[in-house]
Structures are given as C-alpha cells and as structure tokens.
C-alpha cells in the first residue's frame, strides 16, 4: 500500500469518525459543526474534536 494511500484513508476515517460523532452528540450547535466538518474535511474534523466537542459538554 502506498503512503499517500494510507494517508488518505487515515483522513477519511478521521472524517467519517468526526461526523459520526457530531451527528450522536448532544451538542447544541451541531448543524454548524456538521457543516465545517463537510466543507472542510481535515480541518473541520480536526477542529470539531479539539473545540466543538468539548463546547457540547
């Protein structure tokens, strides 16, 4: 398998992890993240886990 594969499959995941997520939570704002995290993959999952989630709470 090639590293720009496994790369790519690695953000995927963190993509579809994120959403799920997002979409199971409780929080209030979730329309909003769920949108950064479609528009813009990488960062917005990145984004939802270090603030998004922990603003639910």
Known sequence: M???HLIYLLCLVL???ALVD???????NRIDWVIVIILLP?????????IGKSAGR
Request: contains cysteine; proline residues 5%.
């Open 22 to 28: 997002c979409l199971r939570g409780s929080n209030p």
């Open 42 to 50: 990488f960062l917005g999952s990145i984004l939802y886990f270090l």
């Open 2 to 4: 090639n590293l720009n």
């Open 15 to 17: 993509w579809i992890v």
